[in-house]
């Protein structure tokens, strides 16, 4: 009983707008200007796009755009860049085996110029999503292929192989790699952002020796400082060359800030201090009103407060691949996304208060549109999500 009054009382502070506490927003406003966007990943791109018939490829990214416009939305976020090969045709990444038969070869078109002139015919923004070190998900050397930039890396140290195979942050030639990988990419194609995910630094280990060398010859700095300073310098980068383009630069970091400095060392906080890394943020907040160690009114909160330079942007990345189920890390509030077909709608409405955000981004679009994928709720789920954002 106590549990259902609570929820009604959420919901009624959601209608009236007051769990910001410097101001609510006008509701039409928020909404006329709000991004609404799905994350395209790999798998999607593998499941619902590669053929090798190239008519119902193109026919495949036409169907799910307008799936994406005919429910309201008016942004993808297209991951191009899974795994150092790409989607697009590119000098520096081999054509990726997520379209093709294999990597390096060619799949027949231009996926992404195809995408991006189809989306941008339904008014759909397009912002690609660039996975800056990883190379691999597995530790499998034999995979990549000579045309992969990490090809000729292979026994060095630039090549981290531990749980899957990335590139070592610390290393100069990587840091070109990436920069120069974007610059084409915003040079080539009409995009209208460029996101990197939270794929930094997935084990703690990478860099030791790096970071010894730097000692030698510079102040005496902790080690997690030294890949703080590392990832800073190659997003600072990254940013300025967008500017330069006048393209969008963003970053989607873990939604538990603890996370960002103890694991991946994302410098999150002096990211949105300042005017020289990021203009959009996209924190994964993918957790339920009742996760015990982090509500999500308390996170998203914890994001909007973190924001000291007005200019910068936050969209609020949503857990949408929950829906339906048990959420184990949830603790006591595990069975909320299994018994509940509101959150989505709760969450959107709640971060609409907020001073800095601009829109919402679900991840991902398999778990909308697939109905194989379907949970018990997901429909009801989609239902009351529509009727705050059409």
């Known amino acids: 009983m106590k549990r259902i009054v609570l929820i009604i009382f959420l919901f009624g502070l959601v209608c009236i707008g007051i769990f910001n506490n410097k101001g609510v927003k006008d509701e039409r406003g928020v909404k006329d200007m709000e991004k609404r966007g799905v994350f395209v990943s790999y798998i ?9 018939d190239v008519s119902v490829s193109k026919m495949n990214i036409v169907k799910m755009l307008d799936n994406i416009c005919n429910l309201g939305f008016n942004m993808v976020i297209l991951q191009v860049v899974s795994f150092s090969d790409a989607i697009y045709k590119s000098n520096i990444y081999p054509w990726s085996s997520i379209i093709s038969s294999s990597e390096g070869v060619y799949p027949g078109y231009d996926v992404l110029d195809y995408f991006l002139n189809k989306a941008h015919e339904r008014g759909i923004s397009v912002y690609v999503w660039v996975n800056p070190y990883r190379v691999r998900n597995t530790n499998n050397i034999d995979s990549i292929s000579s045309s992969n930039p990490a090809y000729k890396y292979i026994g060095s140290d630039t090549l981290y192989v531990s749980r899957g195979i990335y590139y070592n942050p610390a290393r100069s ?13 915003i040079s080539n194609y009409k995009v209208d952002g460029v996101l990197f995910d939270d794929y930094f630094y997935p084990d703690g280990d990478i860099s030791i020796k790096e970071y010894e060398e730097y000692l030698e010859k510079n102040k ?18 990254v940013h300025k060359v967008c500017r ?31 005017d020289k890394y990021v203009d959009f943020i996209i924190p ?18 914890e994001w909007n407060d973190l ?15 929950k829906v339906g189920l048990v959420d184990t890390f949830a603790k006591g509030g595990k ?30 679009y398999g778990y909308l549109f697939d109905e194989k994928l379907y949970s018990i709720t997901t429909l009801m789920e989609i239902e009351n999500m529509k009727k705050f954002i059409k």
């Open 44 to 52: 999607d791109i593998s499941k619902y796009i590669k053929n090798s």
């Open 173 to 185: 030639e990587v840091e070109d790699l990436i920069v120069d990988g974007v610059e084409e990419l």
């Open 220 to 237: 005496n700095i902790s080690f997690s400082e030294y890949k703080l300073m590392i990832i800073n310098k190659m997003v600072e980068r």
């Open 244 to 274: 330069e383009h006048n393209i969008l630069f963003g970053i989607s970091p873990d939604g538990n800030i603890d996370n960002n400095y103890n694991s991946v060392f994302a410098d999150v906080i002096t990211w949105m201090q300042s």
């Open 284 to 301: 994964q907040i993918y957790y339920g009103f009742y996760n015990e160690s982090k509500p999500f009114l308390r996170v998203i909160n």
């Open 307 to 321: 924001i000291k330079n007005d200019d910068i942007d936050m969209y609020v990345a949503l857990a949408f691949y």
């Open 335 to 364: 069975f909320e996304w299994e018994v509940n077909d509101n959150i989505i709608m709760k969450e959107i409405l709640v971060s609409r208060n907020l001073k800095h955000y601009k829109g919402f981004v679900l991840f991902r």
